[in-house]
């Protein structure tokens, strides 16, 4: 099993230009998430998923949209990207069974 | 609001010391607690996890000591090594929910 996959691992972009950071996992969780990671603030929630079409917010969900179109994807995209949205972006997924979050390699955005 | 208090935010141990990193929680909903171990340019990943119906976990150097009346719990990694050099999130997850309330972070740095 890959587990979880994040790409691009390193990204560049200009304030205003819009990308998508694509994650996929092929454990068959129904239960997948976005976390940013900034330096002191830990990891916060963006979206997450409780399966196929179904989508929500989480604590910073501005700036940033989901879809859920299958159960092994959950690409999160960048509408108009802003310097604050500078950070690491770490997709996760959980075995319900456990409550086990496995989490992917990340995605450094810098927007310039 | 910050459900989940971690602390210190960065802790400095000599090699075959004790790191002891605490963290203090409100929710009494709050049912399972699992810390997370991230290394530099890595994903976090499951390091040890507990449920509030045992005061102790041990799995190899590392424990975490539970006292439900305080809502306080801490991991406790023994004679500690280099390796073990990684920022450290603890966590806690309500019932029925599956996404973690996670603490800020400690960054550990084991000098050898």
């Known amino acids: 099993n890959a587990g979880v996959t994040q790409t691009p691992k390193f990204q560049v972009l200009k304030t205003g230009q819009s990308m998508t950071l694509q994650c996929a996992q092929d454990?068959?969780?129904?239960?997948m998430s976005w976390y940013r990671q900034d330096p002191g603030m830990g990891l916060r929630l963006i979206h997450y998923?409780?399966?196929?079409?179904?989508?929500d917010q989480g604590e910073v969900p501005n700036g940033y949209n989901v879809s859920r179109s299958t159960t092994e994807d959950f690409p999160l995209r960048l509408l108009s990207a802003a310097p604050s949205q500078t950070s690491v972006y770490f997709c996760?997924?959980?075995?319900?069974?456990?409550?086990?979050?496995?989490f992917g390699p990340g995605t450094r955005l810098t927007v310039l | 609001q910050q459900q989940v208090k971690q602390s210190p935010q960065s802790l400095i141990v000599q090699k075959g010391g004790i790191s002891i990193i605490n963290c203090a929680y409100e929710?009494?909903?709050?049912?399972?607690f699992p810390w997370y171990q991230q290394f530099p340019g890595k994903g976090p990943a499951l390091l040890i996890a507990?449920?509030?119906?045992?005061s102790e976990k041990k799995e190899g150097r590392f424990t975490i000591s539970f006292n439900k009346s305080a809502k306080q719990f801490s991991l406790h990694i023994m004679d500690s090594q280099p390796g073990d050099s990684a920022t450290y999130f603890c966590?806690?997850?309500?019932?029925?929910?599956?996404?973690?309330?996670f603490g800020r972070g400690t960054s550990l740095i084991v000098h050898p």
């Open positions: 996760a997924s959980t075995d319900r069974r456990d409550n086990e979050q496995f």
């Open positions: 454990m068959n969780h129904e239960y």
């Open positions: 998923s409780v399966g196929a079409g179904i989508t």
């Open positions: 929710n009494t909903a709050f049912d399972y």
């Open positions: 507990i449920r509030p119906d045992v």
């Open positions: 966590a806690a997850i309500s019932g029925g929910s599956y996404i973690p309330t």
